[in-house]
């Protein structure tokens, strides 16, 4: 499990997971604190979370 925060009045538009040759592999409009990528094969990600400002972070997880 990944474990996400937001501020405190969650401005978060939605959440994607993506793989690092580019292709989507979870994308998800409602936001949780807590994601499962126990489905995810061993390897390096990105997660975004898009902000409703239109900006967006990205962190870099790493799978084993």
């Known amino acids: 499990f990944i ?3 937001s501020s405190p009045d969650n401005d978060v538009k939605y959440v994607r997971i ?3 040759k580019g292709a989507v592999l979870y994308y998800s409009t ?3 604190s807590y994601l499962d990528v126990s489905q995810l ?5 990105l ?3 898009g ?5 967006s972070r990205f962190a870099k997880i790493i799978k084993e």
């Open 3 to 5: 474990r996400l925060e």
């Open 18 to 20: 993506i793989d690092l």
């Open 30 to 32: 409602v936001f949780k």
């Open 41 to 45: 094969s061993p390897g390096n990600y």
């Open 47 to 49: 997660i975004e979370l």
């Open 51 to 55: 902000r409703k400002n239109g900006k």
